[in-house]
T-cell receptor
């Protein structure tokens, strides 16, 4: 079945450091890929998404490129801030005409950014 | 005002009690979902509904039931709560005819003693 695997956390960085959170997936067909972020005490919110191979999603300085050849969607940011401290979830939505809109989530990666 | 609301936000109950978690949305979306979040496991889908008359089981529906009372309301029930149902529960919505984004409520933290 379809699945998403993320790098384990927590990831601890100093402010202005470069961030990479790895995400790989297993899926049939052509899924859409997402990164959601969960700030402390809040629900998840969409950070960025990509719907086909080689698409790059970007938002708030974060980027991720849909790599079909490596089945990956790694999240990157060039310079993190303390306010980026949160839990990040990679997710996929099955593609095709029969897709149900259901999301399959990775286990989440906690990011802590220190001043 | 929040587009997706959940009540209660926190609940502590005892084993064997019946619990209902409620979700309301003002986004006008057709689809609604219930997830539970456990540390190290991400979010797992419990039930989902595409409209008032279309309800489907997710990957972990055992021990749960749902009711879609209206397009805007989707309730999750635990008929007889057990301690391993202690978790953070999220409701989400999406628009069938729109983009793929799901919109999440703030969550309900449930503790079963």
């Amino acid at each position: 079945g379809n699945s998403v695997t993320q790098m384990e956390g927590p990831v601890t960085l100093s402010e202005e450091a470069f961030l990479t959170i790895n995400c790989t997936y297993t899926a049939t067909g052509y899924p859409s890929l997402f990164w959601y972020v969960q700030y402390p005490g809040e629900g998840l919110q969409l950070l960025l998404k990509a719907t086909k191979a080689d698409d790059k999603g970007s938002n708030k300085g974060f980027e991720a490129t849909y790599r079909k050849e490596t089945t990956s969607f790694h999240l990157e940011k060039g310079s993190v801030q303390v306010s980026d401290s949160a839990v990040y979830f990679c997710a996929l939505k099955e593609g095709g005409s029969g897709n149900t809109g259901k999301l399959i989530f990775g286990q989440g990666t906690t990011l802590q950014v220190k001043p | 005002d929040a587009d997706v609301t959940q009540t209660p936000r926190n609940r502590i109950t005892k084993t064997g009690k019946r619990i209902m978690l409620e979700c309301s949305q003002t986004k006008g979306h057709d689809r609604m979902y219930w997830y539970r979040q456990d540390p190290g496991l991400g979010l797992r889908l419990i039930y989902y509904s595409f409209d008032v008359k279309d309800i489907n089981k997710g990957e972990i529906s055992d021990g749960y039931s749902v009711s879609r009372q209206a397009q805007a309301k989707f309730s999750l029930s635990l008929e007889s709560a057990i301690p391993n149902q202690t978790a953070l529960y999220f409701c989400a919505t999406s628009d069938r005819g729109g983009p793929d984004t799901q919109y999440f409520g703030p969550g309900t933290r449930l503790t079963v003693l």
